[in-house]
Every structure is written in C-alpha cells, then in structure tokens.
C-alpha cells in the first residue's frame, strides 16, 4: 500500500508559478512511476505527466508542454510539479498517482495507476 498526500496548490494570476509536491509513505517508492492528473469542475479528469521510477523518462500533454516539469527526489519520497505560465484553463484539482506496473508507452492511461493522492486545488485568476 501506498499513500500519497499532495501539497503546494492555491491561487495565482494567470502568468504565475506554483510548485506541487507528492509525498508518498508505504511500500517502496522508487520502483513506481508517478504521475499527476487534474480534474476541472464538470469535466473528465485527465493526464497531466508523469516520470519514470528513474527519473529518465516523463510524458506531458501537450496543453502543459514547456510550462510544467515533472521531476521526483526518490530520497525524500516525493514528486514535484512546478507549474510556470499558468492559464486560467490550467484551473483544476491536481491529484498524483503512483502506477505499480513499469514505464511503458502509455503512461497517460488513469487505469494504470493503482494509488491516488486526495487532491490538491489549484485555481487561476485572469
């Protein structure tokens, strides 16, 4: 069993920075690839990144491409999101997530991913 507890979220303008952090306890964390999703009010909830157990590989959608980094400190269990240039449309709860399975072609699919985090708001101002 994982848990994983998300921080960092809050309101910004539009232009704005914010870092997310994951800290997951439990079972071993290195071997899992984490990701983090987001959810807006009304929609589907949908792949942000996400980052290999090794740190070598990650995958963005391509709405946060060059805005959004991914990165993870396997020593403090803990992934980050640092979010620059944010949009209004980048509006959502963020939640992260840990897939027990190995880096494959598809780690944007929400089914691959076995534990989830609450969720962490984040809301941004035009």
């Known amino acids: 069993q994982v848990q994983l507890v998300e921080s960092g979220g809050g309101l910004v303008q539009a232009g704005g920075s914010l870092r997310l952090s994951c800290a997951a306890s439990g079972r071993t964390f290195e071997r899992y690839v984490m990701g983090w999703f987001r959810q807006a009010p009304g929609k589907e909830r949908e792949f942000v990144t996400a980052?290999?157990?090794?740190?070598?590989?990650?995958s963005y959608a391509d709405s946060v491409k060059g805005r959004f980094t991914i990165s993870r400190d396997s020593a403090w269990n803990t992934v980050y999101l640092q979010m620059n240039s944010l949009k209004p449309e980048d509006t959502a709860v963020y939640y992260c997530?840990?897939?027990?399975?190995?880096?494959?072609?598809?780690?944007?699919?929400?089914?691959?991913?076995?534990?989830w985090g609450q969720g962490t708001q984040v809301t941004v101002s035009s």
């Open positions: 997530a840990a897939d027990r399975g190995g880096w494959g072609s598809t780690p944007y699919l929400i089914d691959n991913y076995d534990y």
């Open positions: 980052i290999s157990w090794s740190g070598g590989g990650t």
